[in-house]
């Protein structure tokens, strides 16, 4: 049973540019979770997506960044117009179902850098 | 003030050593977790309580729900266990994870 994938791991982008980060769940689970660590902080909650929903995104950046979670295929985190603050790990998670006590399984992350 | 404040920010030890990693929280939550994560790598879920105690191996996490304060253990340090240790908490009435600075833990061999 894979764990969750993300790709591509590593993400070079000059200023201006789009970035599209894509993350695949566990199979059988249905509920994805983005976060983001920029350079020597915490993780931060962006937004949480349940197939083809925006559940919360509270914590997502008012402009340039989108997320979708479509019925067939990975969700995307989707930053327009990159800046050089965008440059951060970019983690997702997934669970089974959305409920307060189901653990989140974490990928690799993919680390965008803004030149 | 951060939701979730951990202590100590950077941690050294000798290999053998025993180890506390202390997590407090001001939000009602529905769970805790503590995560591990290695320099340049992913993250990797440990434990997620609610209450009580678990176990996994040198591995120990306990939690007060009324005190909102949780601690991480590792017993017999080992420097494979050098890495930032993470405490998140899932507030109650939302799915999100909110998370502390996390502890940056060092063992010496």
């Known amino acids: 049973n894979a764990g969750v994938m993300q790709n591509p791991r590593h993400l070079v982008r000059r200023r201006g540019q789009e970035a599209r980060l894509r993350c695949s769940p566990m199979?059988?689970?249905?509920?994805v979770y983005w976060y983001r660590q920029l350079p020597e902080e915490g993780l931060k909650f962006m937004v949480y997506?349940?197939?083809?929903?925006?559940?919360?995104e509270s914590g997502m950046p008012k402009e340039r960044f989108s997320a979708e979670f479509p019925k067939e295929g990975p969700s995307i985190l989707r930053i327009q117009q990159v800046v050089r603050g965008d440059s951060a790990a970019y983690f997702c998670a997934s669970s089974r179902n959305g409920r307060g006590q189901e653990t989140q399984y974490f990928g690799p992350g993919t680390r965008l850098l803004v030149l | 003030k951060n939701e979730v404040e951990q202590s100590p920010q950077n941690l050294t030890a000798q290999e053998g050593e025993f180890i506390t990693i202390n997590c407090s929280y001001s939000?009602?939550?529905?769970?805790l977790h503590w995560l591990q994560q290695h320099p340049g790598g992913g993250i990797v879920s440990l434990f997620m309580?609610?209450?009580g105690k678990k176990k996994h191996g040198r591995l120990i996490a306990t939690i007060n729900i009324q005190e909102k304060h949780s601690s991480l253990h590792i017993t017999a340090s080992h420097p494979r266990d050098s890495a930032v240790y993470i405490c998140?908490?899932?507030?109650?009435?939302?799915?999100?994870?909110?998370f502390g600075t996390g502890t940056r833990l060092q063992v010496f061999p």
């Open positions: 199979k059988g689970h249905s509920h």
């Open positions: 939000v009602g939550i529905s769970a």
């Open positions: 309580l609610s209450s």
């Open positions: 997506l349940q197939k083809e929903n925006i559940i919360d």
């Open positions: 998140a908490v899932r507030s109650g009435d939302t799915d999100k994870l909110i």
